[in-house]
């Protein structure tokens, strides 16, 4: 496998490289990049890659790839780490979901194109520069700052029993260790990582959802390090690293999440909050107008348990009001 090329070299020292990819000269003279943290570990072994920020507000990821790089400096292990801190740079500086350029969303656009907006540009050059040239992902995401998520781990669904891609990207989801396993099955969206990198390289992906604004009031060490412990406990798992010890989450759930949305604006409450389970037919949320009349009463549409919701009072008619989830059994084609 070829190895990652940089255009711009930040720093280098010892077996750690800091840089840039860039992808598009803006008219101001300076590039569109990708920020880049290369640290070979100097024995033969798999090559992760570790994004955070490709939602520009989702960011508890990119704290945990900074602070292990730190650490993986000047130390030797098995293979190499790529961190890429913030994948779409131009989101995270202004803290927006999507691309302050073309407004568009990145995880709903890959594989990309190179001949159309600039995000598609963006995942197109990615898969080509960087996700082509390594061995496995870990992509992060969050609550960001509209939305709370309770921390789980996707893995990409089993074509069939010899589907190895999903195999070792159930077993990363394993090793990442959060209560829940997500199964991206029945996605009302395309367009996303781990699914157009598995079609594409048929290499595996996890995406973890970590964190969010409500959670970093009280919780922003705590998701940090449950983002730094699943890269380890990943990294532990390709043998890059000896096992970490920490201890295995034991009351494991495998869900098949859903995006609930409301049909009219206003003032949210939830009636349901994470983590409770709820029978069909229960309200999820209600919304009030102005007036303080009530304008929905979300119910559920089948029974399950609440992953999610959108944490900020005022909701737009169509956003996810509630992140649902259907409980499900293991992958019936996993075997180890
Ligand atoms: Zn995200």
Redesign the pocket.
């Known amino acids: 496998m070829e190895k990652i090329q940089l255009d711009v070299i930040v720093n280098q020292r010892g077996n750690r490289t800091d840089g840039f990819i860039n992808y598009g000269q803006k008219a101001d003279l300076s590039f569109y990049q990708i920020p880049v943290i290369i640290i070979e570990g100097g024995k033969p072994g798999k090559t992760l890659l570790v994004d955070g920020a ?2 520009g507000d ?1 960011t508890e990821g990119s704290e945990a790839i900074i602070k292990l790089a730190a650490e993986l400096e000047d130390t030797e292990f098995a293979g190499t780490f790529v961190g890429v801190p913030a994948l779409n740079m131009e989101a995270f500086t202004i803290i927006s ?1 999507g691309t302050i350029t073309d407004g568009f969303n990145l ?1 709903r656009i890959f594989p990309g194109r190179k001949d159309q907006y600039i995000t598609h540009y963006l995942a197109a050059h990615y898969m080509e520069r960087v996700v082509s040239h390594v061995d496995a992902v870990i992509n ?3 609550g ?1 700052d509209v939305l709370h998520l309770e921390p789980l781990c996707a893995y990409v669904p089993f074509d069939g029993p010899d589907d190895t891609a999903a195999r070792v990207s159930y077993e990363m989801a394993q090793a990442f260790n959060v209560k829940y396993l997500w199964s991206q099955q029945n996605l009302p969206f395309g367009g996303i990582t781990s699914l157009e990198y598995k079609k594409a390289f048929n290499i595996p992906t996890i ?1 973890p ?1 970590v964190g969010s604004q409500c959670s970093r009031f009280t919780n922003r060490d705590r998701d940090i390090d449950i983002c730094y412990n699943g890269i380890k406990n990943v990294m532990a798992y390709f043998e890059m690293i000896p096992p970490t010890g920490q201890k295995p989450v034991e009351d494991k759930l495998h869900i098949e999440l859903n995006y609930l949305h409301s049909r009219n604006g206003g003032i949210m409450k939830l009636c349901k909050r994470e983590n409770e389970f709820f029978e069909e037919g229960e309200v999820l949320c209600v919304i009030d107008n102005l007036f303080g009349d009530r304008v929905e009463a979300l119910k559920a549409p089948w029974p399950g348990i609440v992953i999610g919701y959108w944490s900020v009072p005022v909701i737009h008619p169509g956003d996810w009001c509630s992140l649902a989830a259907k409980i499900i059994d293991a992958p019936e084609f996993y075997k180890k």
């Open positions: 490709m939602h989702e979901r995880n992060f995401h969050g960001g995406i959802e």
